[in-house]
């Protein structure tokens, strides 16, 4: 079943050749079996929120998986952050800061992860998610941080506005 999109799509993540989620405005969040040919609707994180007044026009815009497919973590505006164990059939809410998230990737091995947003904001976890804490507070003014990827071994580096690169270690 194909979908009718008005939403922007901000982020597209595939575990394999078939299976991949897709996020966007108004908590949109899509899943495709066939390699992205269709797509789903799954359940939407923000609308089983604890608050969902909250956040009830927030867009998501970060997405991981573990190669598992069962395990993913969705991110976005007012620093939500979303972890599934059941490939997106039920989410938990994780807040780590009040910036807007636009990225986030956590180590299938040993459960480290970073969160990075607005102005900067970064939010690390250790546990898979399951909690979070901010390391570094957005800033007015400073570049937002956009994308995360690993580089090797334990360093990740971030991306953002005006060409900024950012290189972390887990140390």
């Known amino acids: 079943q194909q979908v009718a999109l008005l939403d922007i799509l901000h982020r597209v993540h595939f575990v394999n050749t078939e299976v991949g989620w897709a996020v966007g405005e108004n908590g949109r ?13 799954q359940a939407n994180p923000i609308r089983t929120a604890t608050d969902y007044n909250l956040y009830q026009t927030s867009d998501l815009r970060g997405l991981h998986f573990f190669t598992d497919g069962m395990r993913g973590y969705v991110c976005g505006e007012d620093g939500v952050i ?11 809410e994780v807040y780590c800061t009040t910036a807007h998230l636009y990225a986030l990737m956590v180590d299938e091995a040993s459960g480290f992860g970073w969160a990075v947003g607005q102005g900067g904001a970064k939010c690390v976890t250790t546990d898979f998610g399951r909690s979070w804490q901010e390391t570094e507070t957005a800033l007015p003014g400073t570049s937002a941080l956009r994308g995360i990827g690993r580089w090797e ?7 953002g506005d005006s060409f900024k690169v950012e290189i972390n270690t887990r140390r």
Request: net charge negative; glycine share 12%; aromatic share 12%.
């Open 153 to 159: 071994g334990d360093i990740t580096v971030a991306v």
């Open 82 to 92: 979303f972890w599934t164990n059941t490939s997106g059939a039920e989410w938990h």
């Open 29 to 41: 969040l899509l899943k495709s079996d066939d390699g992205g040919t269709s797509w789903h609707n």
